[in-house]
């Protein structure tokens, strides 16, 4: 007992009653870092620090006052530092069973209490990490934390066999862990409820100092970034308003479509489709009504085409549509025909039902052409050329329409360059009494002499001037010269005599025309009443209610209006019967073929009795002859234009007629002008 007492790891001790030292052991000596004479004989409040000295006087207190052993853990500062010890402590009884003292072995636990310590906090980073982790034994044993439940939605139990799932349906994972003991990458699992579950995966292989082989694997939900990404891919290659793919992902189908075509030795056709005069649909309703057409028309398209064909919007009103696959040139034109029609029925939005129609170009690979760009081009070539004929129709493309856009856009830049040098000028044709030899008033007409190429119809310049938005600016400076001619004649003659002007789309829509209008009668001093401005019953019915709005206020003013080349377009009574138009001016089409053409005779008959019930003066345009013209006065026609009594002309042969034909002169001879 004396050589355990003296070579035992362990500190020993006994005390006295009174608790004070009466032996210890050398070990107890040498990590208090003290000597026999400095403890025996000394109670703990000496031996230690006062606040160790109470535990430890405490727990001996309990030994000898229950007479029975006592373990315990306990910490004092040594000479290591303050260590952590478990102290068995027990009763020490003599012969009579009185007990004499206290003995001790006390055992340094530090490491252990580190290590548990270290293991706890280990358990705690376990449990709390937001990743599932798992640890996999060879022997098959799986620990997890409570994030696997949370994000597969699995309890424990069945981490075993999500485990060996997730290490043997990858061949290209145990490949890797056996050659560097890691792996990490993407995977998809199945949560418990059946949904997919995209993770990211780190597994690594480590072994225990007895060569036992486990399986740690660490992963996350990416569910979210995964969605994300999604979203981006959408932004990225899908229009934001119609769903459908955008210009971006339009290049990587198309391209894919025509590399099929080359391999199978068949053809892809591509549509170009404009909607018609949506920007003035959208300028005169609104974005949000716009939109809602953008996304019924894409409806529509999409509704129209094969399975595997793809719909694309570029942007704007324009959209594309790729015919990947052809075995007959054929199918191209049926699919244009149906999306044509398709787009041409009434978009009814809430309470408003507007009209519109589409412009549909067509190329065809490899015929005309054989790359995105260049088919591209060759469509939209194809739909502008409808546009200059007039809209709504479609069209393959014909390699003679490229030099015709060439020539259009050097067009363009003449006609800009045209208005800046003032080579546009004005010509005048008057409109007379059908009874007598009077001028009523004077229709004012835009001409282009070009330095090149001389004269430049109207039918060519002005639906370019529409398309490009220039029409507003001629427009305004048709306006101004006209009233400032009309102010001269009129300083001139007794009998005042009105100038009309013919306002374009884009300007009955222009929010400045007001505005304009009232400026260009100030600055020149012509009296509203002089002024006649003329719209087409078409520019009327596709925005009824905002361009009645807008003529009441330019009635206001003291502007007269009328309705041009009336009979070619709708020809609706109730919607004439709406306007605030004093005449109508019947369309030259119908003239030319009267007397004879029973056809045109009644529908000119209908239109004169027609506007005489709602009290309006009737114009006939385009009067040529002598039986034209005796046709419409038996037929109470009030007024009358064209070459048989006066051509367009300057303003100073205009300004001569005037002065030549009295108010009082008959026309029951009438006299034929060729100015």
């Not at 026999?36 to 727990?59: C, H, N, Y």
């Not at 696997?148 to 890797?176: C, K, M, Q, W």
């Amino acid at each position: 007992l004396d050589a355990i007492f003296h070579h035992a790891p362990s500190l020993m001790f006994i005390k006295s009653t009174d608790l004070r030292y009466q032996m210890v052991n050398p070990k107890f000596l040498e990590l208090l870092g003290k000597t026999e004479e400095e403890v025996l004989g000394q109670d703990d409040f000496v031996v230690f620090s006062p606040e160790d000295a109470k535990d430890i006087r405490r727990t001996d207190q309990m030994v000898t006052q229950k007479r029975m052993p006592l373990q315990v853990e306990l910490s004092f500062n040594t000479k290591l530092g303050r260590r952590h010890f478990l102290s068995n402590k027990f009763p020490l009884f003599n012969e009579d069973g009185e007990v004499y003292g206290v003995g001790g072995i006390t055992t340094d636990i530090t490491d252990k209490v580190a290590a548990e310590a270290e293991a706890k906090i280990t358990n705690m980073v376990f449990e709390a990490a937001a990743e599932a982790e798992l640890v996999m034994s060879d022997s098959g044993k799986v620990i997890t934390n409570s994030s696997f439940t949370r994000i597969t939605g699995y309890p424990n139990d069945h981490a075993v066999s999500f485990a060996l799932s997730l290490l043997h349906d990858h061949p290209e994972i145990e490949i890797e862990l056996r050659k560097s003991g890691r792996w990490q990458g993407e995977s998809t699992r199945r949560r418990a409820n059946g949904e997919n579950l995209p993770i990211w995966v780190s597994i690594s292989l480590v072994e225990d100092i007895n060569n036992q082989k486990s399986y740690i694997a660490v992963f996350s939900d990416i569910s979210n970034l995964k969605e994300a990404e999604q979203k981006l891919e959408k932004l990225a290659h899908y229009d934001n308003l119609t769903g459908l793919p955008n210009r971006t992902l339009f290049y990587d189908r198309f391209d894919s479509a025509l590399a099929r075509s080359a391999r199978n030795n068949t053809q892809t056709g591509l549509l170009f489709v404009d909607i018609d005069r949506f920007k003035l649909i959208n300028d005169s309703y609104g974005h949000d009504i716009g939109d809602q057409i953008l996304i019924d028309a894409a409806n529509r398209i999409t509704h129209h085409i094969r399975p595997g064909d793809t719909v694309c919007r570029l942007g704007g009103d324009e959209f594309t549509v790729i015919l990947a696959d052809l075995d007959r040139p054929g199918r191209v034109q049926n699919i244009a025909r149906r999306i044509h029609s398709e787009l041409r029925k009434p978009y009814k939005i809430g309470n408003k039902e507007i009209i519109s129609s589409a412009s549909i170009g067509i190329a065809i690979y490899p015929d005309d052409g054989n790359s995105v760009h260049l088919l591209l081009k060759h469509a939209d070539t194809a739909m502008y050329h409808i546009k200059e004929r007039g809209r709504n129709d479609i069209m393959f493309f014909d390699k003679t329409l490229n030099a015709e856009a060439e020539a259009r856009i050097a067009l363009e830049e003449s006609l800009r360059s045209a208005i800046k040098s003032d080579e546009l000028f004005l010509v005048f044709q008057p409109r007379f009494h059908i009874t007598a030899q009077r001028i009523l008033s004077v229709e004012a007409l835009i001409r282009w002499r070009h330095p090149e190429k001389g004269m430049i119809p109207p039918s060519d310049f002005i639906p370019l001037a529409e398309e490009s938005g220039m029409v507003v600016e001629l427009g305004q400076m048709v306006l101004r010269k006209a009233c400032e001619r009309a102010r001269i004649w009129n300083r001139l003659s007794e009998t005042p005599v009105p100038v009309s002007v013919n306002l374009s789309t884009r300007q009955l829509h222009d929010p400045d025309l007001l505005s304009d209008i009232q400026t260009t009668l100030n600055t020149t001093g012509l009296p509203p009443s002089l002024l006649e401005l003329e719209i087409t019953e078409t520019m009327v019915i596709e925005d009824m209610d905002t361009v009645i709005e807008k003529l009441n206020a330019i009635r206001e003013m003291g502007v007269n209006l009328s309705v041009d080349d009336f009979g070619s377009g709708y020809s609706s009574l109730i919607y004439l019967k709406r306007l605030p138009v004093s005449t109508v001016k019947i369309d030259r089409s119908f003239v030319e073929d009267v007397p004879g053409d029973a056809d045109d005779e009644n529908l000119i008959q209908a239109i004169i009795s027609m506007s005489h019930t709602l009290n309006l003066n009737v114009v006939a345009e385009g009067v040529e002859t002598l039986e034209q013209l005796e046709f419409l006065r038996n037929n109470d026609c009030d007024e009358i234009q064209g070459y048989l009594l006066a051509k367009p002309d300057s303003a100073e042969k205009v300004e001569e007629l005037l002065l030549q034909v009295t108010s009082t002169s008959s026309m029951d001879s009438p006299r034929i002008h060729k100015l």
